[in-house]
């Protein structure tokens, strides 16, 4: 079974563009959720999906954006980038939410 | 939503000592608590978890206490290697928020 695919591996954005990120997980999981890692930040939640639905948010602007596809498939959006959205973004699926997560690689965002 | 907190930030133990890390949570709601291993360059990976229903659970030389009345629950590692050198993230659920991150250093 493929493991959770993210895309792309690397970006490099400037201040003030906009960037969508891809996260396919794994076959049959139906749950989505998105994370930023900084060093020594951790792993700060930004959003759960679950059917298409968002069912949890974490404290982020509302620069930061995301959707799920029928497929399960999600896409994660951040406009008007700012420096400091430099980072580490990973998704992860689960099969319904409440339970063991399977991390992507992650796709590193340098914004310039 | 949920808040959740760990200590220490750093760890650092001889090869053969335990290691604990400990956590708290703030929503009585949370019913289900894992731990998740980072090594350097790689993506976090679940190496234990503990339900609402059960007080402490045991793998090999892994084991996590709970302790709902509290708000806690724990990691502890046991004849820690070199190879447990890594970054230790608890989370809660409901959100999954995750602890800062414990990163723990074992020297040989």
């Known amino acids: 079974k493929a493991g959770v695919t993210q895309t792309p591996r690397y970006l490099i954005k400037t201040r003030g563009q906009q960037v969508t990120l891809s996260c396919s997980p794994i076959?049959?999981?139906?749950?989505v959720s998105w994370y930023q890692q900084t060093p020594g930040q951790g792993l700060q939640f930004l959003f759960e999906?679950?059917?298409?639905?968002?069912?949890n948010k974490g404290n982020f602007p509302g620069r930061f954006s995301g959707r799920q596809f029928s497929n399960s498939r999600s896409e994660m959006n951040v406009s008007t980038l700012e420096l400091g959205d430099s980072a580490l973004y990973l998704c992860?699926?689960?099969?319904?939410?409440?339970?063991?997560?399977?991390f992507g690689s992650g796709t590193q965002l340098s914004v310039l | 939503g949920e808040n959740v907190e760990q200590h220490p930030s750093t760890l650092s133990v001889q090869e053969g000592d335990s290691a604990v890390i400990k956590c708290t949570y703030s929503?009585?709601?949370?019913?289900?608590f894992p731990w998740y291993k980072q090594e350097l360059g790689k993506r976090p990976q679940l190496i234990i978890d503990?339900?609402?229903?059960?007080g402490e659970k045991k793998d090999q030389r892994i084991a996590v206490t709970l302790n709902k009345t509290a708000k806690h629950f724990s990691l502890h590692i046991t004849e820690t290697q070199p190879e447990d050198s890594a970054v230790y993230f608890c989370?809660?659920?409901?959100?999954?928020?995750f602890g800062a991150g414990t990163r723990l250093t074992v020297k040989p």
């Open positions: 989370a809660a659920r409901e959100g999954m928020r």
């Open positions: 076959s049959g999981h139906r749950s």
């Open positions: 992860a699926s689960s099969l319904v939410g409440n339970e063991k997560l399977f």
């Open positions: 929503d009585s709601a949370s019913n289900y």
């Open positions: 503990i339900r609402s229903n059960v």
């Open positions: 999906y679950f059917s298409e639905t968002q069912r």
